[in-house]
Nanobody, 121 residues
């Protein structure tokens, strides 16, 4: 029973900024990697950014230099700071967590509910 709750999406003009937040709750032993994915209409879901529990990050080429992912392990929270937003960034953004479960130490991944980001003038 792990739940990811996202917030921070909305409508923003090109060149603007948004900050997405995702908080995980429930019974878990450890969260390994956390990340953000997005899906635009008519496209497949794609990776945006990930961060391991040790702080190692990975970004899609399309967002490098504009987006920053960060996390607080103690709070089980991950953020995505999105700067210099472009219309091509318009999508539903999903939070993901790779969780080591407390019960039997099996790995499961969980997804947030999705939050809409729209970049338009």
């Amino acid at each position: 029973q792990v739940q990811l709750v996202e917030s921070g999406g909305g409508l923003v003009q090109p060149g603007g900024s948004l900050r997405l937040s995702c908080a995980a709750s429930g019974i878990m032993f450890r969260i390994n990697a956390m990340g953000w994915y997005r899906q635009a209409p008519g496209t497949q879901r794609e990776l945006v950014a990930t961060v391991t529990s040790g702080g190692v990050t990975n970004y899609a080429d399309s967002v490098k230099g504009r987006f920053t992912i960060s996390r607080d392990n103690a709070k089980n929270t991950v953020w995505l700071q999105m700067n210099i937003l472009e219309p091509e960034d318009t999508a539903v953004y999903y939070c993901n967590a790779d969780v080591l479960m407390a019960r039997n130490y099996v790995r499961r991944d969980f997804w947030g509910q999705g939050t809409q980001v729209t970049v338009s003038s």
